[in-house]
């Protein structure tokens, strides 16, 4: 049986003007021919069924075509391939961050159809034993998706602003390779060697404990046996549980009546929320979603006693989907749940209903009541985060996979331990872009930075010192940082302004990829 990565699967987009090489498995010692776009090329396979072959170069072409593969009677097309510019999309959560959680801002780009922009989203994979190859993503069941509504809430959304302004400057598709993880420091894109190199003791001490899989297993094992334990005795605990307050009905008349984001009076354990609103006559049973900003750290929401959802942890927006009762008042119940000393809701935020004809203001004034004092989680291992982990499991399949250029977007995780983040990134940069020149013969592709954005909750002064950073890094050859200081959100670690990070990305790889003269911008910042 014909066996490839899912990176040469339907859909695909294979990088223009680049030397393509598709490697893959069928029965040992057979022939494996591969037909594309007027070209055949052969190989015989080893005696464990390995096969490579080289299409060699092609110039950009939007119309469709197939790649047709037999081996030993066997024939496996791979349909609707285009020609174009692959992009790496790396780094943490506000380049992972998708389109969904821009949905309200960006509404109408949910509605496009644009074949010529296609993602394919590396499945989150560590792996510490060492670097994978592409056949790592044989049998993951990811592939890649066009753009359009059925697709477009999972595009990273800074890639696909990204993509869609070089689509509209140059007519050539785009193709992302979506990389990025939530909450990844910069070790952890780094290869042992790059450790090594660095002399970075701790980190290679971390990943050498990461390489014992018993560990990892019973880690998690644990972890889910201490989450599950916590969960459960926190709610004995508290008495608001006990009494059901989450009740419509329940007596909260001696309740502390203050401004819902007023912050909590004692930082860890639970604090309840009660709010009685008005339901107009027309809006009784439409749908609507309730907004409710963002908490620290989980909370449970509950609309006349009935659970509606639970958010387990404070980045994302609180936003629930239900339907307005009947009854003329509807009364909201949040348990907030505090795991490390402070917590609230934030200030700034949306706080309403909302339907397809208005809103109904939630804001301002709730009853509020201490659940119980308690002690915080054990705090999680992230393996994700250790170094070299997804350096090895989602990076490295990619390596034979030619590419364009990076675009990332990374660095809040590294705040705390900013002294050396320059000469990691830089070894990211030059390990990276080696690995890549196997198949391209280009050792300076384009590596395109995003400036941390401003955000007032962390003080802002490591982040400042990250952005010093940042710059170091354009010593490098062929290196770009955008702009994204007033880009921020004071109250938000994940700034819903995808559009403009992704457009001044794009304009720097104009510059640094295609070769645009353009005047200077007090965005951009590069090194050609």
């Not at 510019?85 to 961050?97: K, P």
């Not at 477009?152 to 990204?162: L, M, R, S």
Request: net charge negative; with cysteine; aromatic share 12%.
């Amino acid at each position: 049986m014909i066996k490839l990565s899912r990176l040469f699967s339907d859909n695909m987009i294979l990088q223009r003007n680049a030397e393509i090489i598709m490697r893959g498995f069928s029965a040992p010692n057979e022939f494996a021919t591969v037909n594309f776009a007027g070209k055949t090329a052969s190989a015989k396979a080893d005696d464990k069924g390995f096969w490579s072959v080289s299409l060699g170069e092609f110039a950009a072409n939007s119309e469709p075509q197939s790649i047709i593969i037999t081996s030993g009677g066997e024939t496996l097309e791979i349909r609707n391939v285009l020609i174009g510019d692959i992009w790496v999309c790396g780094g943490q959560s506000n380049m992972e961050l998708a389109l969904n959680r821009t949905c309200h801002n960006f509404p109408d780009e949910l509605a496009i159809t644009n074949p010529l922009i296609r993602q394919f989203k590396v499945p989150q994979v560590y792996n510490f034993d060492a670097p994978a190859d592409e056949f790592s993503l044989a049998n993951c069941g990811c592939g890649w998706e066009h753009f359009c509504p059925e697709n477009a809430q999972n595009f990273t959304a800074v890639g696909y602003f990204f993509a869609k302004k070089l689509t509209e400057k140059y007519g050539v598709p785009v193709g992302l390779l979506n990389t990025a993880v939530g909450g990844t420091p910069v070790a952890a894109w780094m290869s042992r060697e790059m450790l090594e190199e660095l002399g970075l003791k701790e980190e290679l001490a971390e990943a050498e404990k990461c390489k014992d899989k018993q560990y990892i297993e019973q880690t998690l094992k644990d972890e889910d046996a201490n989450t599950t334990d916590y969960h459960s005795r926190l709610w004995k605990a508290d008495p608001g549980c006990q009494e059901k307050w989450r009740s419509a009905d329940f007596d909260d008349s001696d309740w502390e009546e203050i401004p819902l984001c007023k912050d909590v009076d004692k930082g860890t354990g639970t604090y309840w929320y009660r709010k009685t609103v008005e339901i107009p006559e027309e809006l009784r049973g439409q749908e609507a979603t309730i907004f409710l900003g963002l908490a620290v750290d989980m909370d449970e929401v509950f609309i006349n006693g009935e659970k509606l959802g639970a958010t387990y942890y404070r980045y994302p927006p609180r936003e629930y989907k239900f339907t307005l009762p009947q009854e003329k008042s509807l009364t909201i119940v949040v348990r907030l749940l505090c795991f490390n000393g402070f917590g609230g809701f934030t200030a700034g935020k949306n706080y309403f209903i909302a339907t397809e004809t208005r809103t109904i203001d939630i804001g301002g004034a709730w009853k509020r009541r201490h659940g119980t004092e308690f002690e915080s989680p054990k705090p999680m291992a992230f393996f994700q985060y250790k170094p070299t982990g997804v350096y090895n499991g989602m990076i490295s399949p990619l390596f034979n996979y030619a590419m364009k250029g990076i675009i990332w977007y990374q660095g809040e995780s590294d705040a705390w331990n900013y002294t050396r983040y320059a000469e990691k990134l830089t070894a990211v940069i030059n390990g990276w872009r080696e690995a890549w020149a196997t198949v391209k013969d280009e050792k300076t592709a384009p590596f395109i930075q995003t400036q941390l954005v401003y955000y007032a909750l962390t003080g802002d002064t490591d982040w400042d010192l990250i952005r010093e950073q940042q710059k170091k890094c354009l010593a490098l050859p062929c290196t770009g940082l955008a702009g994204g200081y007033d880009l921020g959100e004071y109250n938000d670690l994940h700034p819903q302004n995808k559009r403009d990070v992704g457009e001044r990305l794009a304009r720097l790889a104009m510059r640094l990829a295609y070769g645009e003269k353009m005047p200077p911008n007090v965005f951009e910042m590069y090194n050609c």
